[in-house]
């Protein structure tokens, strides 16, 4: 069975609840060293002024160019990185402003897959140690009853017990993947934010490990923040998807609607990407979509365009783009652009 027909099948059954996790007006700024020339301190606007909500039990994909600022966002929804503006809700509580214990306590419920496996997972301990670590933090059981809970969430993600003591190095690719989020899943989180979780893994490899995503959402009742810039897999795994440019959501869109008929220039230029195969049944021999072609360098984060930040790669941008920032605003009942003029299918 491929990842396409499980995820698939998995959403048509999944209910969906009411809001888990809500951003508002979320920032992250970088300070930058001053200019030589001008002595005026430059900020880098790696967030800028992201809302959205996802729902129990929905997996929403995040994606956009390298440097768009979507692993930025998905550190902020969990509070591994402070905001510096907006507000973050988790389950019903401003998480925005929390700090030490009170922090701790909402922690076991949002946890964070990150992209390489081998770089988030200690060289120097276990792998049973690795897994163990957060209940421990959270005191969940005493030694032995931790013991039994790591051995049966490696047995949850496709591992062995006999592989408790090995150490990382020892693992491949997908099992170090494995293990990680075997630790997400832990402290019984309803939250997992995943950032890029197989952009490191062979393709042979990629589709177990979105079939195991797409497996422990159904089983214990997950919701997903699916962060990555493969389009293809972000179809495949998501109910809803945001679109990413500098910082800002430019479309959020279920996710056929999305990619049967793109409403943003910038969007429509990502889905042109997206390798299709072409099986003459138009008879013309020739891809259904054109390829689009962006013109031009992506701007720099830290002195971003007026009006619009995609106007200077804009092929459709007018005078009041340069001019006038667009905000996200409902075009039709599920679909959000931060367009001028969006374009119409």
Known sequence: MTAHNTVADAEATRPLGDVLLRATDVSKHYALRSDEFTRRRKVLRAVDGVSLEVRRGETLGVVGESGCGKSTLGRCLVRLTD???????????????????RLRRVRPGMQFVFQDPHASLNPRRRAGDIVAEPLL??????????????????????????????????????????????????????????????????????????????DLQDEFALTYVFIAHDLGVVRH?????????????????????????????????????????????????????????????????????TGCPFHTRCPYARDRCAEERPHLTATVPGRSVACHYPLTG
């Open 83 to 101: 905001v510096t503006g907006g507000r973050v809700e988790f389950d019903g509580q401003d998480i925005t402003a929390l700090s030490g214990r």
């Open 237 to 305: 795994v998501s109910d809803r998807i945001a679109v990413m440019y500098l910082g800002e959501i430019v479309e959020l869109a279920d996710t056929e609607g999305l990619y049967e008929n793109p409403a943003h220039p910038y969007t429509q230029a990502l889905m042109s990407a997206v390798p299709e195969i072409d099986d003459g049944s138009d008879g013309s021999g020739r891809p259904s979509r054109e390829r689009i072609v962006l013109t031009g360098e992506v701007p720099n984060p830290a002195a971003k365009p």
């Open 137 to 214: 933090i959270h005191g969940c059981g005493d030694a032995a009853a931790v013991r039994r809970r790591v051995a049966e969430l490696f047995d949850v993600v496709g591992l062995a017990a006999a592989h408790l003591d090995r150490y990382p190095h020892e693992f491949s690719g997908g099992q170090r993947q494995r293990i990680g989020i075997a630790r997400a899943l832990a402290t019984d989180p309803k939250l997992i934010v995943a950032d890029e979780p197989v952009s490191a893994l062979d393709v042979s490899i990629q589709a177990q490990v979105l079939n195991l995503f797409a």
